[in-house]
């Protein structure tokens, strides 16, 4: 019944976009112009339409609900008591790495196994590092800082395994470890190298997972780690108020059939060993974005994935700058445009597929929502525009806009309403309505160049010119305007001329085109000056997380 209100729901939004647009390109006949414009906008509007559906519900949820964590995940209303009470499973804390810095890599579970032991729970919990470095200098390295980490532990609390060949990536490493290495374990915390979790966090999910047998997979939301750069700090701050709300509607109509995002998440090994082992794609490669499609397996199975819509102690690296933000997505654009040869596979959950569908349009829409801008400069270039309402057009963007945004809108929404559900009760709300115009002047730059981004990569990835898996760039450093401009120079000229097509149509259209390109222009500086290092945002990402005591004290130390 859930999913039959929220399909409704979706229908309803998409339907009052394209009968808004109808409204507004009908008057005066159809150019080719204006009949394409609308087809780009109908493959749009059901998903327009699932965001905004998911956004309201979600609001809804955290405003009206006593706890809405605990409205969503049915193991949150049954666990037992506080973190000094029983837990009986034995927990892997797993973290896969590859020619990875140990000396960041370790602190995090250096700390996460001193709070563990703090709340009695020590013998519950052992590290595992599982690494795929090649032999040589950096495997050495790696070797010896895992060594000199499970000296300072009790035998067994530290382990190290590192394997020879990368086969199946990612999750070919979990697999064998799980295959050759998990016996007396009965759960798995996997993490990646940039992960980091409280003790609270993780007890959290372990005796949710222990209220709910039926349960193979939780995972909190996760928010962004040590910004230490502008970049980090901003975005940070809209993706953690938008994921929240994300995460909660989308649990209420999901139910047992949550997603799952690779990391920070708990896994029951048994279920997971089972049903979760994945085959080499038709064309003989091997599936790199596993996370959708090993969800879909347990939905598949009768198995429950759940998210808990609370990233209280789950954080990770945002991308430090805008280049290693594009470069990620190269990387998720690679992995999902794999799903398109799995959405038949019947060995799949048919929400789990829709979910790997979604990821995958993600990517592939962008071409079409791109699109929409030279075709409405053309559109006017050739007159087609005369007659068009321009009340109603407004309208139409404005109503684009609010429901492609609606989850974030709405996290910024319940923070001013309801600031102790939305993490934010110490941050006072002037500052709060300063730090959401800055995201939104932010987000209003930044998304024409992802668009551009998006749209040359799912190109690309088409017609077989780019493959896209390199490592990901963690460090924060500056970007200077030389490299910014080798990086953007087609957006520059991309915008140039989208402009140029709008005001040879009309001043009107020019204007309307100018807010949709600026990004474009401003790339090179938007770029240099968002790499800058922020320091001071090390705190306002703890503020944010004022009862964990444990992050107060390291990042007061980062900062000093």
């Known amino acids: 019944m859930r999913r039959w209100l929220f399909s409704g729901l979706v229908a309803l939004v998409a339907a009052g976009l394209l009968g808004l647009a109808w409204a507004v390109l009908a008057p005066g006949g159809w150019s080719v112009w204006e009949a394409m414009l609308f087809v780009c906008l109908a493959a749009n509007a059901p998903w327009l339409g699932l965001s905004a559906a998911t956004g309201l519900i979600g609001l809804g949820i955290r405003l009206f609900a006593a706890d809405p964590s605990a409205a969503v995940v049915p193991g949150m209303r049954r666990q037992g008591g506080g973190t000094a009470s029983h837990i009986a499973s034995r927990t892997a804390v797993a973290i896969?790495?590859?020619?990875?810095?140990?000396?960041?890599?370790?602190?995090?579970?250096?700390?996460?196994?001193?709070?563990?032991?703090?709340?009695?729970?020590?013998?519950?919990?052992?590290?595992?590092?599982?690494?795929?470095?090649?032999?040589?200098?950096?495997?050495?390295?790696?070797?010896?800082?895992?060594?000199?980490?499970?000296?300072?532990?009790?035998?067994?609390?530290?382990?190290?395994r590192r394997r020879e060949a990368n086969t199946g990536y990612k999750a070919g490493n979990v697999m064998d470890f799980l295959d050759r290495h998990a016996e007396g374990f009965d759960l798995l915390l996997l993490l990646d190298a940039d992960s980091r979790m409280t003790a609270e966090a993780v007890l959290r999910l372990v005796r949710i997972m222990e209220a709910e047998p039926g349960c193979a997979l939780v995972q909190p939301t996760i928010a962004g780690d040590k910004a230490e750069s502008t970049f980090q700090d901003v975005f940070g701050f809209g993706h953690r108020h938008g994921a929240r709300i994300w995460a909660t509607g989308q649990a209420w109509w999901q139910d047992r059939q949550g997603p799952f995002w690779g990391h920070n998440a708990l896994i029951r090994i048994a279920p997971f060993r089972e049903h979760c082992r994945l085959p080499t794609l038709p064309d003989g490669s091997a599936i790199l974005s596993h996370d959708h499609v090993e969800a879909a397996r347990l939905h598949a199975a009768g198995w429950a994935v759940r998210v808990v819509p609370e990233d209280g102690g789950s954080l990770d690296t945002h991308p430090p700058h805008l280049i290693a933000f594009l470069d990620r997505d190269l990387r998720w654009a690679a992995g999902n445009w794999q799903y398109r040869l799995l959405l038949r596979s019947r060995d799949l959950g048919r929400l789990?597929?829709?979910?790997?569908?979604?990821?995958?349009?993600?990517?592939?829409?962008?071409?079409?929502?791109?699109?929409?801008?030279?075709?409405?400069?053309?559109?006017?270039?050739?007159?087609?525009?005369?007659?068009?309402?321009?009340?109603?057009?407004?309208?139409?963007?404005?109503?684009?806009?609010?429901?492609?945004?609606?989850?974030?809108?709405?996290?910024?929404?319940?923070?001013?309403?309801?600031?102790?559900?939305?993490?934010?009760?110490?941050?006072?709300?002037?500052?709060?309505?300063?730090?959401?115009?800055?995201?939104?002047?932010?987000?209003?730059?930044?998304?024409?160049?992802?668009?551009?981004?998006k749209t040359v990569t799912i190109l690309s990835l088409a017609t077989g010119r780019r493959s896209g898996w390199a490592p990901q760039e963690r460090r924060t450093r500056r970007v200077g305007a030389p490299e910014a401009v080798r990086r953007f120079w087609p957006h520059i000229l991309a915008g140039a001329a989208l402009l140029g097509l709008g005001f040879a149509g009309s001043p009107f259209a020019g204007l309307l085109l100018l807010p949709a390109v600026l990004g474009l222009f401003l790339v090179v500086p938007f770029c240099v000056l968002t790499s800058k290092p922020h320091r001071a945002a090390a705190t306002e990402t703890v503020r944010s997380f004022g009862s964990d005591h444990a992050l107060v004290s390291r990042e007061k130390r980062l900062v000093s």
């Open 96 to 160: 896969c790495v590859r020619d990875e810095d140990m000396a960041a890599v370790v602190p995090p579970l250096e700390d996460l196994l001193r709070d563990l032991a703090a709340t009695g729970h020590a013998d519950r919990f052992a590290v595992v590092i599982l690494s795929d470095t090649p032999a040589g200098p950096a495997a050495d390295e790696e070797a010896d800082a895992a060594a000199a980490f499970a000296a300072r532990h009790p035998p067994g609390a530290v382990r190290y």
């Open 352 to 453: 789990g597929r829709f979910q790997m569908l979604q990821a995958l349009l993600h990517y592939a829409l962008a071409p079409l929502w791109l699109a929409m801008l030279p075709l409405a400069a053309l559109n006017a270039a050739s007159g087609g525009a005369e007659g068009t309402p321009r009340g109603l057009l407004l309208a139409l963007l404005l109503a684009c806009y609010v429901s492609l945004h609606m989850p974030k809108l709405a996290g910024y929404a319940e923070a001013l309403l309801r600031p102790a559900t939305a993490g934010v009760a110490q941050v006072g709300r002037l500052e709060l309505l300063r730090r959401m115009g800055r995201e939104l002047f932010f987000t209003f730059l930044f998304e024409p160049i992802a668009a551009v981004d």
